[in-house]
């Protein structure tokens, strides 16, 4: 099976707004369905979907062709399924928009191996032979690194990963992981991605949806919501780590999700931050950079440039 309509894949990444995008989709269908673009709902998508793309991943990893073959068959006919499960008639679609961060990968590896993405290369393989033949067009965010480390540490904090923030950084491959380079095999497998950094999100809210979407999304379609995945304050973080010792890892991990998202700390409070300056600059910089070299694949003005 081809598709015969367009599809657009936001693929995040994590840690860029892309709980508000997959919120204000779930809030608009009627808008979505308007326009014949056919939405699957992410908590939908991880039911069927994204279980059988994982076999996909290992199999194609054990060079298991003739099954990799039959996985990519069947998540096709999966995606048609929850297209009209989620209420949209797959005939009469033009575009479908899946937006999945976990098709990069997840956070933990980060605190495990320090690498960003690691399985990434055969994950976009894996991508573009589901959806071979078809009009693809893949979406994407970056993010600073000095905020997007602390923020993607405190995800992980979540999962269950539970080590101190100095260890973490101690580990990560900061000369290694490179937006540059996400952005380079996400387009070896699927051709030129459209970006847009997380720092302009905000002032093109609009713009960015409108271009995920292919219409136009005027300012009074945006509803204001508040942060629908608080990260874990510095005050947080320290009632975790003086916990370690008393609470199991499944009682941290509680912990954490219940500190991040219903506890409010008097000031003075701040977020997780690189304690190191020196450190912090140097990843600013090397984000500068690669804003330069990925100079054309914006849909948005780039902040200081």
């Known amino acids: 099976m081809t598709f015969p309509f367009r599809v657009h894949i936001h693929l995040g990444a994590h840690k860029t707004a ?5 919120n ?38 054990a060079s298991s062709f003739a099954s990799a073959s039959e996985l990519a068959d069947k998540i096709r006919g999966i995606i048609k399924a929850d297209i009209e499960s989620s209420g949209f008639d797959f005939a009469s679609t033009r575009l479908l928009v899946l937006s999945e961060e976990n098709l990069l990968g997840v956070m933990g590896p980060l605190t495990q191996t320090g690498v960003l993405y690691p399985a990434l290369k055969m994950k976009m393989h894996c991508l573009a032979t589901v959806f071979e033949g078809c009009d693809v067009q893949a979406f994407m965010a970056i993010r600073n690194y000095q905020e997007f480390y602390p923020s993607a540490y405190a995800e992980t904090l979540r999962g269950g990963h539970i080590k101190p923030f100095g260890r973490f950084m101690d580990n990560l491959d900061l000369s290694g992981n490179s937006w540059l380079g996400v952005v380079e095999t996400v387009e070896a497998a699927l051709g030129p991605l459209k970006l847009w950094p997380y720092e302009s999100f905000r002032a093109n809210v609009g713009q960015i949806l409108g271009a995920l979407l292919g219409i136009q999304v005027t300012p009074d379609m945006i509803r204001k919501q508040a942060p629908v995945r608080p990260s874990l304050t510095q005050k947080g973080l320290e009632v975790v780590m003086r916990s370690q ?24 409070d701040a977020p997780i931050m690189i304690p190191d300056s020196l450190i912090r600059g140097q990843l600013d910089a090397k984000y500068r950079d690669e804003l330069g070299q990925l100079a054309g694949r914006f849909i948005v003005n780039v902040p200081g440039r």
């Open 18 to 22: 892309t709980t508000f995008i997959q």
């Open 245 to 268: 010792g008393s609470l199991s890892v499944v009682e941290l991990k509680r912990l954490v999700n219940l500190l991040s998202d219903r506890m409010v700390f008097e000031p003075p």
């Open 24 to 61: 204000w989709l779930m809030q608009n269908t009627s808008l979505l369905r308007g326009n014949q673009v056919a939405y699957i709902p992410l908590d939908t998508l991880r039911k069927r979907f994204s279980p059988c793309f994982l076999k996909l991943v290992r199999a194609s990893q």
